[in-house]
């Protein structure tokens, strides 16, 4: 028989409704959720451990639940609960998720108790391969709603993550390949993500240009083209937050990767690049990432920012 961590009665004031008068008006939402521990690690193994590392924060848990909850509109619960079910996968070790989102005081004439959906999925299923990069889950609570521009999205690992909780996702790329791939994927799982083709370096002549104050959010992952950095700044909105890693200097130096050296920040260079833009996190290291598909989580030297235009 599986272990599972389980949390009842998870209650938060949410907007969720069919119309927008409906969601306008917070009302009381109630999460009942089981996590089943992966088989192997199960819970016994854990508890032989007794450290909170090699478990399921339930209070992490909570905590991401009531972010999405309290943070995000949405029509239908059905929506809501397919979001939790997403970011359960993608930051949980979890091999299997079993939800309960209900109105607890629905709107509906006769209704004395609550109204609700259940949700049972399994990792299998749900997850997405590769996962998203560590650094953008880590501080995805202090992005701003809205559109999102990822750019050179290869794979479309960070576009499927924010998409599941909701944000309007605009990829590029020039793999045309990997474009169908992603959109194909998209399709399947009703996701409000689009994707382009676009060769960012076709002309050394031409500067990159984006639309001025088009996005919330602007996600770059292991790509550096100097260029294009003003045309990124303007792309933002007020209060839009850009989120970027790549490899250091440090990394051709130690690994020869990328294996010229142009592909690779010097130190503090971001900061220098992104100047004007007011630094909510900013760190220089070697870190256990994933830069593509084909690679696990393994160590590189990486610049990671994350900064909000004023």
Same mark, same amino acid.
């Given at each position: 028989?599986?272990?599972h961590?389980?949390?009842?009665?998870?209650e938060?004031q949410?907007?969720?409704?069919?119309?927008?008068?409906?969601?306008?008006?917070a009302?009381?939402?109630?999460?009942d959720?089981?996590?089943?521990?992966p088989?192997?690690a199960?819970?016994t193994a854990?508890?032989?451990?007794?450290n909170?590392e090699?478990a399921?924060?339930?209070a992490?848990?909570?905590?991401?639940?009531l972010?999405?909850?309290?943070g995000?509109?949405?029509?239908l619960?059905e929506?809501l609960?397919?979001?939790l079910?997403?970011?359960?996968?993608?930051?949980?070790?979890?091999?299997?998720?079993?939800?309960?989102?209900?109105?607890l005081?629905?709107?509906v004439?006769?209704v004395k108790?609550?109204v609700?959906?259940?949700?049972?999925?399994?990792r299998?299923?749900?997850?997405i391969?590769p996962?998203p990069a560590?650094?953008?889950? +880590?501080?995805?609570h &202090?992005?701003?709603?809205?559109? #999102?521009l990822?750019?050179a999205? =290869?794979?479309?690992?960070? @576009?499927?993550y924010?998409a599941?909780?909701?944000y309007?996702v605009?990829?590029?790329?020039?793999?045309?390949?990997?474009?169908a791939?992603l959109?194909a994927?998209?399709?399947?799982?009703r996701?409000?993500?689009?994707m382009r083709?676009?060769?960012?370096?076709?002309?050394?002549n031409v500067?990159?240009?984006?639309?001025?104050?088009?996005y919330?959010?602007i996600l770059?992952f292991f790509?550096?083209?100097?260029?294009l950095?003003?045309?990124?700044?303007q792309a933002?909105?007020?209060?839009?937050?850009l989120?970027?890693?790549?490899?250091?200097i440090d990394?051709?130096?130690?690994?020869?990767?990328?294996?010229r050296?142009?592909?690779?920040?010097?130190?503090? +260079?971001?900061?220098r &690049?992104?100047a004007?833009?007011? #630094?909510?996190?900013?760190?220089? =290291?070697?870190?256990?990432t @994933?830069?593509?598909?084909a690679?696990?989580?393994e160590?590189?030297?990486?610049a990671?920012?994350?900064?909000r235009k004023?």
């Amino acid at each position: 028989m599986a272990d599972h961590l389980i949390i009842e009665r998870l209650e938060f004031q949410g907007h969720c409704g069919v119309t927008s008068t409906e969601r306008k008006v917070a009302q009381p939402i109630g999460v009942d959720l089981e996590l089943e521990y992966p088989p192997d690690a199960p819970l016994t193994a854990v508890a032989a451990a007794d450290n909170i590392e090699r478990a399921m924060d339930y209070a992490r848990v909570a905590e991401r639940i009531l972010e999405i909850g309290r943070g995000q509109e949405c029509c239908l619960l059905e929506t809501l609960a397919e979001r939790l079910c997403s970011v359960l996968f993608a930051e949980f070790p979890a091999s299997r998720v079993r939800l309960w989102v209900r109105k607890l005081a629905p709107p509906v004439t006769g209704v004395k108790g609550s109204v609700g959906v259940r949700l049972d999925r399994r990792r299998a299923a749900q997850i997405i391969e590769p996962a998203p990069a560590k650094f953008l889950m +880590e501080h995805v609570h &202090l992005l701003p709603k809205g559109e #999102v521009l990822d750019v050179a999205a =290869g794979r479309g690992r960070n @576009a499927l993550y924010l998409a599941s909780l909701g944000y309007r996702v605009e990829g590029i790329d020039r793999d045309e390949q990997a474009l169908a791939e992603l959109t194909a994927t998209a399709q399947r799982r009703r996701l409000n993500l689009t994707m382009r083709y676009v060769d960012l370096e076709a002309d050394p002549n031409v500067l990159p240009e984006f639309p001025k104050e088009r996005y919330d959010v602007i996600l770059v992952f292991f790509y550096l083209y100097r260029p294009l950095f003003p045309a990124l700044l303007q792309a933002l909105r007020p209060g839009g937050v850009l989120v970027y890693e790549t490899f250091l200097i440090d990394n051709h130096l130690r690994h020869q990767h990328p294996r010229r050296k142009e592909f690779c920040l010097a130190h503090n +260079e971001l900061l220098r &690049l992104t100047a004007g833009l007011r #630094v909510l996190h900013y760190e220089e =290291g070697e870190h256990h990432t @994933a830069w593509d598909g084909a690679h696990g989580s393994e160590p590189a030297f990486t610049a990671r920012l994350l900064a909000r235009k004023e």
